[in-house]
Structures are given as structure tokens and as C-alpha cells.
């Protein structure tokens, strides 16, 4: 066992790679954490309604975060090929696949009145997480955009950038919640809206670090991410083809009843 520890390839190797993932994806559940934390203190409905709501978004959001992410996989095929243009190419995919998975998300928010009758919860609660809800979808984008953006770095490796773009946005979140719940330090009080636009603030926070890093000079000029890629009809659909599946079973692990949501959220 311990001489498999400092092999090339050995335990770690594997740790160094993954345990800063492992921090990433946490700081995915600190950033939802903090919402009904300081909403636990603002009201009882708020909490009652955030849970339900943050659960619904991210069910309906994990197809498209598990197709995203695919993207690492081209990332590491490319690089390990030594054909680093090319993975600039994949990544232009994957934010193009961002940005119609937006668009689709957000045709959710006239939903949200339907999904929620369906609870049972009071009128009051009901209104609240229709309130959240819309938020988070609106902004679902982003979240979908970070996992395409990440896998420059992951699929090579560097998952400690990942780990540390992460917990800066969620970091970011706590401040923005306490102020948009509460109506401090010259904000106005917003209440659970507040939680949901603090959320995805702090998203684009991460979306913004993510992006200044892969547009990097060096980056540019060793990967091609800048200028834009053309979308690519053939590499698109090599990503729509395995990702889906792989979205697809995320979907099915978040759904109701898989009793893995409340663990992200």
C-alpha cells in the first residue's frame, strides 16, 4: 500500500488532483448553505421556501451541468495529443452549449407558478419559492458556463485554480447575503429574493475569475481561447453526444426522490 503513495501515478498524485475538486463541489453547498442560513434568521417561510425551490433549480440544472462537464474530456484528449488549439476549439463548444442552456433554463421562470402549486405548501410559501426559483433559473446559465470554463483546468490537471476560483465566489456570497436579506450597509431588504441574487452575483464573480484566467495572454496564445472559436458543427455534436448521457445520469441522480440533491444543496 505505501509504496504505491510516491509512484508517478500513485495515491498522491490521485489526491493532489482530486481533493481540490472535492473543496470545489463543496463550495457549491457553502454558497446554498449561506442562503438559508441567514434566511433561517430572517423568517420562517423564507427557510421553508428556499430549500424546495434550490432543490427544483438545481434538479432541472444538473442536465445541463453533467453535459458541460464533458467538456473535460476533450480538454485532456487534446492536451495529452499535444494539439492545444484544438482545445481552445473544445472549449468554445462548451460555452456556446452554455449559452443555449441559458436561454432553456430561463423558459422555466414562466413555469414556476405550475411546479410549485403541485406542493402543497401555504400561499405564502408557495409565493416565496416561486420568488427564489425564478432567480436562481434565470441566472442557471452561469453555473453551466463555470463547468464548460473549468475544464481548461481540470482536464489538464490543475484543479487547485478550480478549487480556489470556487471558494472565492462562494466567499463573496456570504457578505452579499447578509446585506440583501437584511436591507445592510445600504442595501436595499430583499428578503429571500435578496438570497437568490446574492447566489448568482457570486456566480458571476466566479464566471468573471474563470474567464480573466483562461483569456491570459499565455493562454491565448498556447490554446487559442482568444479570439472566439467558430462553433464547430461536428465537435458540438461529439459533445452533445456523450455528454448527454452523462448529463442525463446526473439528472436522474438529482431527480425527486434519488436522495442525492440534498447533498449539493
Not at 484528449?77 to 463548444?93: D, F, P, T
Not at 441574487?197 to 496564445?221: D, E, P, Q
Not at 498556447?222 to 472559436?229: A, K, L, S
Request: include cysteine; glycine fraction near 12%.
Amino acid at each position: 500500500m505505501t509504496s504505491r503513495w510516491g509512484v508517478a501515478n500513485g495515491y498522491r498524485d490521485v489526491l493532489r488532483i482530486s481533493l481540490p475538486l472535492v473543496a470545489s463541489m463543496a463550495s457549491v453547498t457553502v454558497m446554498q448553505f449561506t442562503d438559508r442560513l441567514f434566511l433561517s434568521h430572517y423568517s420562517v417561510e423564507a427557510i421553508s421556501a428556499a430549500l424546495p425551490a434550490g432543490i427544483a433549480s438545481f434538479t432541472f440544472l444538473s442536465l445541463f451541468l453533467g453535459t458541460a462537464g464533458y467538456v473535460n474530456t476533450f480538454v485532456a484528449q487534446y492536451s495529452g495529443a499535444g494539439n492545444r488549439l484544438r482545445v481552445g476549439e473544445s472549449l468554445w463548444q462548451g460555452i456556446y452549449f452554455s449559452v443555449g442552456s441559458s436561454l432553456l433554463l430561463a423558459l422555466l421562470y414562466f413555469a414556476a407558478p405550475s411546479i410549485f402549486s403541485f406542493v402543497g405548501h401555504s400561499q405564502e410559501v408557495r409565493e416565496l419559492e416561486v420568488v427564489y426559483f425564478r432567480i436562481l433559473i434565470l441566472g442557471a446559465g452561469l453555473p453551466v458556463l463555470n463547468a464548460a470554463v473549468s475544464c481548461f483546468y481540470t482536464g489538464r490537471g490543475k484543479t487547485r485554480t478550480v478549487m480556489s476560483v470556487n471558494i472565492l465566489g462562494a466567499a463573496v456570497n456570504i457578505p452579499l447575503d447578509y446585506c440583501l436579506i437584511n436591507g445592510a450597509a445600504g442595501f436595499p431588504e430583499l428578503g429571500i429574493a435578496g438570497a437568490g441574487i446574492a447566489t448568482v452575483a457570486a456566480t458571476g464573480v466566479t464566471t468573471g475569475l474563470f474567464f480573466m484566467l483562461m483569456f491570459s495572454k499565455a493562454n491565448r496564445r498556447d490554446f487559442g481561447t482568444w479570439p472566439p472559436r467558430l462553433f464547430e458543427r461536428d465537435l458540438f455534436f461529439r459533445l452533445m453526444r456523450y455528454g448527454l448521457p452523462s448529463g442525463g445520469q446526473f439528472f436522474l441522480e438529482m431527480g425527486p426522490g434519488a436522495g442525492g440533491e440534498r447533498s449539493h444543496l
